[in-house]
């Protein structure tokens, strides 16, 4: 059943998209109140919702004398669902550069912590990811594989034991499978990622949390060079999905 967006949401979606990229810059006052919701077709009142909700998410600011102003980019919950969405579409290299760092940052330390607390279901959950990574692998068009892949990385945070790092990997998915999306298009990278996370998987079993990090940092950084391969063939007009050696973990 296909989704359509309520009518608060498409507005929340068409004000938070303006805001990334950049039609109201930091400190902006938003059009006058009755002009801006004749543009977008709807009530005040709606219009009004649409801006509580980014208040909200830190994107605006609502004062009595100075009106809705957009509020600096270091305020905005950038965990967010919504604005990670917005930044996708509109910020699409920075959103990648976070969300590599992030990963260097993270997933190493959680793999650590998952070769040490992981418990037999954990570690049946991980085998389960794997498995379907590597159906997903198998497919023509690897369908179903940034999502399964997605899931895998989830599932290690949720294996650290720490249920911080469990929200963090569901809060930012959207970011974890577009990082994923670009990283896996060319040729060859997919199949040749899936030792990489099987050596995960067995370094968590085998309780061997250096290893278990290792090959986590393995990943990201072939992801890493993907992804930084890939800008350079769009920037120079060439198809991503062209063949060349795919570089393995």
């Known amino acids: 059943m296909a989704h359509f967006p309520t009518t608060h949401q498409r507005v929340v979606d ?31 009142g709606v219009l009004r ?10 994107m605006l600011r609502v004062r009595p004398r100075t009106g809705t102003r ?17 930044k996708q579409a509109g910020d699409a290299t920075a959103l ?12 190493p330390e959680a793999a650590r912590l998952a070769a040490v607390r992981a418990g037999p279901d954990d570690v049946r959950i991980l085998y389960d990811s794997l498995s379907a990574m590597e159906a997903a692998a198998a497919e023509p068009d690897r ?6 892949d997605s899931a895998f990385h989830r599932a290690l945070l949720d294996a650290s034991g720490n249920r911080l790092l469990g929200s963090l990997g569901r809060a930012v998915d959207i970011a974890l499978e577009h990082s994923f999306f670009v990283s896996t298009r060319t040729p060859g990278v997919v199949k ?10 067995e370094a968590v079993e085998a309780r061997d949390p250096a290893a278990a990090a290792a090959a986590v940092l393995a990943i990201i950084e072939a ?8 800008r350079i063939d769009e920037h120079r007009g060439r198809n991503p999905r062209t063949p060349r050696r795919p570089r393995t973990p």
């Open 14 to 44: 068409e004000l938070g998209r303006r805001i990334v990229g950049g039609t109201w810059g930091p400190g902006d006052p938003l059009p006058v109140e009755n002009a801006l919701a004749a543009e977008i077709g709807v009530s005040r």
């Open 49 to 58: 919702e649409a801006v509580k909700t980014l208040v909200a998410k830190g």
């Open 70 to 86: 957009v509020r600096p980019p270091e305020h905005w919950n950038h965990l967010d669902r919504d604005v990670l969405r917005w």
């Open 96 to 107: 990648l550069r976070d969300t590599g760092e992030l990963r260097r940052i993270v997933e």
């Open 143 to 148: 369908s179903g594989y940034v999502e399964a």
């Open 192 to 201: 040749a990622s899936l030792p990489g996370h099987r050596a995960i998987v």
């Open 223 to 230: 992801a890493e060079q993907e992804i930084a391969q890939s």
